[in-house]
């Protein structure tokens, strides 16, 4: 039930912020709504789960930092360090999945490479992504096997437009690192020595350019637009053009669906910067034709 | 402004008044039920706007003398609490949309802005008449939705409750959805005949201070009113459909209704005021003989509350989840009102310093705006404190705080014009002392109905409560009898101004020797108001003239 909790803490903090946003702004009615269809559950509560299971949560910690400083290996054996794929304008989509995962890790991924697939941003390019493995069994050679196997699939989906493995590196660790990025991100995993497999959650996450937690996406499938969207609140505009912002606008995540959705404080954004602009314009046409029209009078008067 | 500046230097310059013209005036112009009905006569469709508002002030007068009637005991006697929720909603939905938004604006600024401005009517006739049809259309959905049973949630409509009462909030938000429109229609008129229909000669700093009163209102109708309007349409939707957008069950958000309604509503305080404001302003400089001790700082300050006045919307939400910066700034900005306020209460008393005053009911109106507004002002920085807003939020001070400064302010400016303007309305006199009688009774009645609440809600007893403790008695009662000292009093003055109707004194063109333009006509101006367009020479305050003089300076052509 904690999750439920945090949730809810998310919709507060974010009705907040955008309050904040509203009283900058002040014109307009700017403000935090949800405006979205009903809200299932918050899963895991009453349904009965194995033991270890119950260690599979994510709690989330929206706008914390990850350490930039741990070190991994990559798929070539070399050692690499988190903040290799943070910086510039370029948001990162962070995945934990270990490789010989018999079932959801699997999932995720394909899961996310089908979203990515259909996106006109190209990887690499807009955006980074990256794959850690929270097994510290996994190596070098099987990081390099699953990344060829991803990054082919990602390239079908892309019409075969080559996808490089600088995009989407996959890279190994050890247990302390690996825990320290877990704890980082709010991901907790449990290994159930029964079956030698781990019980984790399927999500992936949205990092800044700078390594902060932007966006949870929980599930196997992660639809085009809410990664779009994920990846342009996560640039904080830096990527996409002028009507990606006009779409971001009007869409906000909705903790309760845990998906995009229209947001009624976007719609009132452009409704009142359509007001704005009406009665602005009017105003002003009718101001500058006034000014116009007396100093003709006073030419007028100085002829006669 | 066409008709004003086209060629008319060739006319022969006579000194002719304005006033020896013969033409039919604009009540027997045309005869008949249609001609009424189809006019495009600003001054007809004010007198319109002017019946219907004022059967819905009686209507709405009639639901708060109920109201009062119940609270003067602390049990229940007259009414169910179901019942009293409704009326209670009606009254403030009546009394807010039907009468004190369109009150001065439709009825007096219809008819004398094109007057004063020296124009034959206002820039789009038909989208006039068209706005009081739809007024009208307004007024019948939101006063059926009453007929359906009413609502019970207040004239706030506070979500998520107006989203799952079972009550007829949608015909009522409908209704106030196409009342909301009118207000556009009639602001969006007042603005552009402000600026194209201005007679010649009549520079900005020669406009009539009512006029840019009505300027101020009707940009903040224009930026406010369709917020409104999307608002209060969610809550219709919501209300049908359930989308949850204002019930946190389903993701949404309750505060964002209050937010919403707020960016509307507050800045709709301001429309209220402003034109009661603008009809003081006339009221002082005729009734002093005075210009206005500084005219620039009358309309710089009604611009100022117009612009400042949409950054206060926050005060209203300061126990409702706002951090305390935010309610600072907003308490801050509030109080921003005050200053605007202030200036405006200064130089009105300024402006009577040695005039030559004379003693009349809209003088008597006056003097009472001016106490039950510095009164509600004041208590308005006092709430607009977010310390003190914690203790008084949500009770009886607030009811109060709110009726005297809308109320108290838009019904005696209000009061105060019906009596100024109608020798020009309707070419009569009425009884000056019965007027004075009234204006009395309607000062003493309100404040003995609003001051006890201020004690009231000091002492802990919550706002819209049906049923009290035994110790609020004594104040209730108190203020049930004030209200019905007003209901009478404004009985009285309505009596009054209808026996004038009848049998009235004539009046001559300008009874109160003003020197605004709107008295330059003939007593009951004709159909287009002016035979020739007029060419204004001189100021609207300008007693320094001589009566000739000042009439020579308003000539034709």
């Not at chain 1, 690499?124 to 699939?153: C, H, I, M, N």
């Not at chain 2, 400064?405 to 109608?422: E, R």
Request: charge should be neutral; proline fraction near 6%; hydrophobic fraction near 50%.
């Amino acid at each position: 039930m904690r999750r439920g909790t945090v949730v809810r803490l998310a919709v507060v903090r974010l009705a907040v912020a955008l309050a904040l946003t509203g009283v900058g702004l002040g014109a307009g009615a700017a403000f935090a709504g949800q405006g979205g269809p009903a809200a299932a559950p918050p899963p895991g509560g009453a349904v009965a789960l194995p033991p270890v299971a119950r260690g599979a949560d994510i709690e989330e910690r929206l706008g914390q930092a990850v350490r930039k400083d741990l070190a991994f290996t990559d798929a070539a054996g070399r050692e690499v360090r988190l903040g290799d794929y943070l910086g510039g304008d370029r948001p990162l989509v962070l995945v934990l999945a270990y490789y010989r995962c018999p079932a959801l890790c699997s999932m995720v991924l394909r899961g996310l490479v089908e979203g990515l697939g259909r996106l006109s941003f190209t990887p690499g390019d807009e955006y980074q992504v990256l794959t850690v493995s929270f097994d510290p069994r996994d190596t070098a050679a099987a990081a390099a096997k699953k990344q060829a196997g991803v990054l082919a699939e990602l390239s079908r989906g892309r019409e075969g437009a080559a996808v490089s493995p600088k995009a989407w590196p996959f890279v190994v660790g050890k247990e302390a690192e690996i825990g320290a990025l877990a704890a980082d991100l709010g991901f907790q995993f449990a290994f159930d020595p029964a079956t030698e497999q781990y019980a984790h959650p399927a999500a992936v996450f949205v990092l800044t350019p700078d390594g902060r937690i932007s966006r949870y996406l929980y599930g196997a499938d992660y639809p085009a637009r809410d990664l779009r969207l994920a990846l342009l609140e996560a640039s904080e505009g830096k990527v996409g053009g002028i009507v990606d912002r006009v779409i971001m606008t009007c869409y906000r995540y909705d903790p309760a669906t845990r998906r995009y959705g229209p947001a009624i404080s976007g719609f009132f954004r452009l409704g009142s910067v359509g007001i704005l602009a009406t009665v602005g314009t009017l105003l002003a046409t009718l101001w500058h034709r006034d000014r116009k029209q007396r100093r003709q009078e006073r030419e007028e008067a100085g002829h006669e | 402004m066409s008709h004003a500046l086209t060629g008319d230097a060739d006319l022969p310059q006579e000194a002719v008044g304005p006033q020896e013209t013969h033409e039919v005036d604009y009540l027997r112009a045309e005869g008949g039920v249609r001609s009424w009905l189809l006019t495009t006569d600003h001054k007809r469709i004010g007198l319109m706007f002017y019946g219907l508002v004022v059967l819905f002030l009686i209507l709405g007068g009639l639901f708060a003398m109920v109201l009062r009637a119940e609270l003067i005991t602390p049990e229940p006697t007259l009414i169910e609490a179901d019942t009293y929720n409704r009326m209670f909603t009606l009254h403030g939905v009546i009394m807010v949309w039907m009468f004190m938004i369109p009150s001065i604006p439709n009825v007096f600024g219809n008819f004398v802005l094109p007057l004063m401005l020296g124009a034959k009517d206002l820039a789009f006739p038909r989208l006039n008449l068209l706005s009081l049809y739809v007024f009208a259309l307004g007024s019948v959905v939101t006063l059926g939705g009453a007929a359906l049973g009413g609502t019970d949630t207040g004239w706030t409509f506070y979500a998520p409750y107006s989203t799952s009462t079972s009550t007829a909030v949608v015909p009522v938000v409908a209704g106030i959805f196409i009342l909301g429109v009118s207000s556009i229609m009639t602001g969006l008129n007042f603005i552009v005949t402000t600026h194209t229909m201005r007679a010649r000669g009549m520079s900005w700093t020669r406009v009539p201070l009512f006029v840019w009163a009505i300027y101020a209102t009707s940009v903040i109708i224009l930026f406010a009113t369709p917020v409104l309007g999307m608002s209060i349409t969610l809550v219709g939707i919501d209300h049908v459909y359930h989308f949850g957008i204002f019930d946190p069950r389903l993701g949404g958000d309750p505060v964002l209704f209050q937010h919403l309604f707020w960016f509307y509503s507050h800045p709709a305080v301001y429309i209220m005021i402003l034109p009661a404001m603008g009809v003081i302003s006339e009221v002082v400089c005729t009734f002093t003989h005075k210009p206005p001790a500084s005219y620039k700082a009358i309309f710089i300050s009604s611009l100022g509350i117009a612009f400042v006045g949409f950054f206060t919307w926050g005060h209203h939400m300061f126990v409702a989840g706002m951090s305390t910066f935010d309610a600072g700034v907003f308490g801050i900005l509030s109080m921003f009102v005050a200053i605007f306020s202030a200036i405006k209460v200064f130089t009105w008393v300024a402006t009577m310093h040695r005039g030559s005053i004379q003693f009349s009911t809209p003088m008597l109106y006056f003097l009472s705006f001016l106490f039950l507004f510095v009164f509600g002002g004041m208590t308005g920085v006092a709430v607009a404190t977010q310390s003190l807003d914690v203790h008084w939020h949500d009770t009886y001070f607030v009811v109060a705080h709110f009726h005297f400064i809308m109320v108290g302010a838009t019904l005696t400016g209000f009061l105060a014009a019906a009596h100024y303007w109608f020798p020009k309305m309707f070419g009569c006199l009425y009884s000056e002392r019965v007027g004075m009688i009234g204006a009395t009774g309607v000062f003493c009645g309100f404040f003995l109905t609003f001051f006890p609440q201020f004690l009231l809600g000091n002492a802990g007893m919550p706002r819209r409560y049906y049923a009290y403790p035994e110790r609020f008695q004594w104040l209730n009662a108190l203020s049930s009898g004030g209200a019905f000292l007003l209901g009478g009093a404004l009985l009285l003055t309505l009596v009054n101004l209808l026996v004038a109707l009848k049998r009235g004194r004539r009046a001559d063109g300008n009874p109160w020797t003003s020197r605004s333009f709107e008295w330059m006509t003939p007593t009951l101006p004709p159909k287009h108001n002016f035979a020739v367009p007029p060419r204004i020479g001189r100021g609207p305050y300008d007693y320094h003239l001589t009566e000739e003089e000042a009439h020579a300076r308003v000539s034709p052509g």
